[in-house]
């Protein structure tokens, strides 16, 4: 016999609080997203004016066609591409082997290093000696400036080392090595196919943070060439504010920057779906994973 457990008004005023939490916090996230796939396919003038606040109006695709004739956007998304992928493979490559090293115990002076490594959290160089530095190891205007200074996080390396220490037995390693199998057999054979999971997880932060970076490549690019998507993004944002001071300036002056701020505007909307669309759908395959190495790498501190 089956007994089912009847809730209480307590019970029922609790989740009918949670599910208006849960509609609330839909609402704010949801909306952006929907203002600004409307604002990239309608008249820019409506959206500046405020006509446009949900639903597209008066509907163009002229902002999407200006970005797919732009050469300089694709080149930028090409740079980011491959500033991604090359960026993540070394930050894969240095974090996890690091991480697994330091979750040995018998790894000697794992705590020193760790400590060095944790120093590091709190105290930097600054922009300028980074720069300095960067500079004469020749790295300017290249890609590897963007992806060597920040070859490894101290916090994900962190997440890494406890994933290893929780979710790779000690018993299984020992086993191993009395089987006969080097540190690196070790490694490569039993501990990376166990941390699927963690090198997902591990994949997307750092993506995610190339994939957004746009600081770095203003401070040691030169090229128009390499710049990535983002920072050509940040070019048509400085674009549209500098045109939205044309009132100081004669009428003809002012309505041609007008125009071009409109279609600043409208280029803008499309360039950040177009920018957003490769993180949206890479993550669906990686939020089992996601989920999975996080929790794991959250247990211990």
Same mark, same amino acid.
């Given at each position: 016999m089956i007994t089912t457990i009847k809730e209480t008004k307590r019970d029922r005023f609790f989740l009918t609080c949670n599910y208006i939490f849960l509609f609330m916090a839909f609402v704010i996230v949801a909306y952006p997203v929907l203002y600004i796939i409307s604002a990239s396919i309608s008249n820019p003038k409506l959206v500046a004016s405020g006509e446009m606040w949900l639903w597209p109006k008066d509907i163009t695709f002229e902002g999407y066609q200006r #970005? *797919?004739?732009? /050469?300089? &956007?694709?080149?930028? =998304?090409?740079? /980011?591409i491959l500033y991604t992928v090359i960026g993540t493979l070394v930050n894969l490559i240095v974090?996890?082997?690091?991480?697994y090293a330091l979750a040995r115990k018998d790894f000697v002076g @794992?705590? %020193?290093?760790?400590?060095? *490594? +944790?120093? /590091? +959290?709190? *105290?930097?160089?600054?922009?300028v000696p980074t720069y300095l530095l960067v500079k004469n190891l020749g790295l300017v205007n290249s890609m590897w400036a963007l992806i060597l200074p920040g070859a490894?996080?101290?916090?994900?390396?962190?997440?890494?080392? /406890? %994933?290893?220490?929780?979710a790779i037995p000690k018993e299984m390693q020992e086993a191993a090595e009395i089987d006969g199998c080097s540190n690196f057999r070790l490694f490569f054979r039993i501990v990376l196919p166990l941390s699927s999971s963690i090198i997902a997880v591990m994949a997307l932060f750092f993506g995610v943070g190339h994939w957004n970076n746009y600081f770095s490549a203003m401070i040691y690019l030169n090229d128009h060439g390499k710049y990535p998507l983002q920072l050509v993004l940040r070019q048509i944002l400085v674009l549209q504010e500098m045109s939205a001071q044309a009132g100081a300036l004669n009428a003809s002056t002012a309505t041609a920057l007008n125009n071009k701020a409109e279609v600043a505007a409208l280029v803008k =909307?499309?360039? &950040?779906?177009?920018?957003?669309?490769? #993180?949206?759908?890479? =993550?669906? %395959?990686?939020? @089992? =994973? *996601?989920?999975?190495? #996080?929790?794991?790498?959250? #247990?211990?501190?």
């Open positions: #970005v *797919f004739r732009d /050469t300089q &956007i694709w080149v930028g =998304y090409g740079n /980011t974090t996890i082997p690091a991480a @794992r705590n %020193f290093f760790m400590a060095v *490594f +944790m120093v /590091t +959290m709190f *105290f930097g160089g600054g922009l490894t996080s101290v916090w994900n390396l962190i997440v890494c080392r /406890t %994933f290893f220490q929780s =909307y499309a360039v &950040i779906i177009v920018s957003t669309l490769p #993180v949206i759908i890479i =993550y669906p %395959f990686l939020q @089992r =994973y *996601f989920v999975q190495g #996080v929790m794991i790498g959250s #247990v211990k501190g």
